[in-house]
T-cell receptor
Framework: SQQGEEDPQALSIQEGENATMNCSYK?????LQWYRQNSGRGLVHLIL?????REKHSGRLRVTLDTSKKSSSLLITASRAADTASYFC????????????FGDGTTLTVKP | NAGVTQTPKFRVLKTGQSMTLLCAQD?????MYWYRQDPGMGLRLIHY???????AKGEVPDGYNVSRLKKQNFLLGLESAAPSQTSVYFC??????????????FGPGTRLTVT
């Protein structure tokens, strides 16, 4: 079974709006990562947040992690049409050494 | 640097045929991975390797074999292809470390159809 589950499955917004997607997981983790996948392409790493961190920023991206609720959120501010893609969270756990477990993703559509 | 490359990009097989997918990385990464992605779903780990000469099973290893004879290459083999193996296959690599605590770099994918 998948460790991480993204919510919502699909999100459609207008350019300039903010997009928020969530990831929930079941067991304790070491790190949580977010990836982007453009249609027909491989995944691209966006940001990694460690279990002892609560928030991290990278450009227009803001990631939060709440280990007590076993959840993370990815916020994309001032979205652009080029942000249209699928977004996946991946969890890394000490019990799963060497491997990340990916969720099923959130498909984001940003309308111009 | 080319990063992670995959060969071939597309392939159509008949049921029962065999093939090998090649993944190469030029970043001197220790860890390499093979995933499959079915429509509308996330990635499922098939096999992975934590170093040259080592391989391990992932979440969905049945029907696949792998080899890591050279650090830069990771081969995925299908001995007798089945329609259920129709999917997009992604290779990835990372520096490694415990708990996969390094970002993974992905190849462009191989789209395989088994008829």
């Amino acid at each position: 079974s998948q460790q991480g589950e993204e919510d919502p499955q699909a999100l459609s917004i207008q350019e300039g709006e903010n997009a928020t997607m969530n990831c929930s997981y079941k067991t304790s983790i070491n790190n949580l990562q977010w990836y982007r996948q453009n249609s027909g392409r491989g995944l691209v790493h966006l940001i990694l947040i460690r279990s002892n961190e609560r928030e991290k920023h990278s450009g227009r991206l803001r990631v939060t992690l709440d280990t007590s609720k076993k959840s993370s959120s990815l916020l994309i501010t001032a979205s652009r049409a080029a942000d249209t893609a699928s977004y996946f969270c991946a969890t890394d756990a000490w019990t799963n050494a060497g491997k990340s477990t990916f969720g099923d993703g959130t498909t984001l559509t940003v309308k111009p | 640097n080319a990063g992670v490359t995959q060969t071939p990009k597309f392939r159509v097989l008949k049921t029962g045929q065999s093939m090998t997918l090649l993944c190469a990385q030029d970043m001197n990464h220790e860890y390499m991975y093979w995933y499959r992605q079915d429509p509308g779903m996330g990635l499922r780990l098939i096999h992975y390797s934590v170093g040259e000469g080592t391989t391990a099973k992932g979440e969905v290893p049945d029907g696949y074999n792998v080899s890591r004879l050279k650090k830069q290459n990771f081969l995925l083999g299908l001995e007798s292809a089945a329609p259920s193996q129709t999917s997009v296959y992604f290779c990835a690599s990372s520096y490694g470390g415990l708990a996969g605590s390094y970002e993974q770099y992905f190849g462009p994918g191989t789209r395989l159809t088994v008829t």
